[in-house]
């Protein structure tokens, strides 16, 4: 198939730079022209999604990368001999964007060899819209998206490397600052909170992380907070509170000052950074 430059004005409408962060700003890499269209469809009934490019093969995929400013690319696996490569060196050329792969079928190893390589989400051909739609929201907000049968398939993995003989993977020992970002991350927090209630800035945290990754040799959240829960890495480890001038900012400035005089905390009273459950949420 001819390689066709990739046009956004020819296409459809992007959003514009002062959208950001109010739009899902969505790329569509599919060989099949139905498939695009009828997504494009899709994502024309949603107030929050916006599709700002296109391509129909790899080399207009790494086009698009480079060329438009977008939250997540929706990537066909057929477009690669090599999927897993192609998409690890499209997210190299862009690391904020998000990708979700799209496969024939229910492919297992394909899934988790993916989801080592970094990728954020993968779905099936034959997902229902509003799956997808629910799948493209929660990627851009962060998440990592896992359809049952492929939480299944991770899990499994998991129990089948916890089962090898010692050896196979030797153990690290974490520091204790990093044993406390760690288990701020199995707790779903993101990056911002972490900082908020470890003291530090995100962008600590986040060289923390890597140094993490390197050393459990685990290649995002997802592996990390599953690598920790199935071998007990943070079973001990204290999540911080919330400095106490974040959890009264809404109380009263003057009953918190008093607080600081006589050396009594203030009344914590609700905990809205409380998680609602205990199962991780990976960004």
């Known amino acids: 198939m001819a390689s066709i430059p990739v046009n956004v004005e020819e296409n459809f409408d992007a959003a514009e730079d002062g ?7 969505v790329i569509v890499a599919d060989t099949q022209a139905i498939f695009r269209a009828g997504l ?7 107030d929050d999604i916006r599709v700002v490019g296109q391509a129909e093969t790899l080399v207009q995929a790494q086009s698009a990368v480079k060329k438009f400013s977008a939250d997540v690319m929706i990537f066909e696996a057929a477009l690669a001999p090599n999927p897993v490569e192609a ?24 899934t988790l060899e993916l989801f080592r390589r970094g990728v954020h ?6 997902v229902e819209p509003e799956l997808l739609v629910d799948c493209l929201r929660k990627v851009a907000a962060g998440e990592t998206w896992l359809d049952q049968q492929g939480v299944h398939w991770v899990l499994e993995a998991y129990r089948n490397q916890n089962h090898r003989p010692a050896g196979g993977r030797p153990k690290v020992q974490l520091t204790p600052k990093e044993t406390l970002i760690v288990s701020c991350v199995t707790q779903g927090m993101k990056n911002k909170e972490i900082a908020l209630r470890v003291g530090t ?7 923390y992380l890597r140094k993490v990754y390197d050393k459990l ?10 690598y ?3 071998h007990h890495v943070v079973d001990n480890a204290k999540v911080p509170p919330l400095p106490v001038s974040l959890e009264n900012a809404n109380g009263s400035k003057a009953a918190a000052a008093g607080a600081g005089v006589s050396g009594t905390p203030a009344a914590p009273g609700s905990r809205p950074d409380t998680a609602p459950n205990s199962q991780p949420k990976l960004s």
């Open 19 to 25: 959208d950001k962060g109010r739009f899902v700003r």
């Open 40 to 46: 494009r469809k899709i994502f024309a009934l949603e």
């Open 87 to 110: 998409v690890a060196d499209l997210m190299r050329q862009n690391p904020q964007m998000r990708f979700v792969v799209v496969t024939p079928g229910a492919d297992e190893e394909l």
């Open 121 to 126: 989400g993968v779905v099936s051909r034959e």
């Open 201 to 207: 800035t995100e962008q600590v945290v986040k060289n």
């Open 217 to 226: 040799d685990v290649a995002d959240r997802l592996e990390l907070a599953l």
């Open 228 to 230: 920790c829960l199935n």
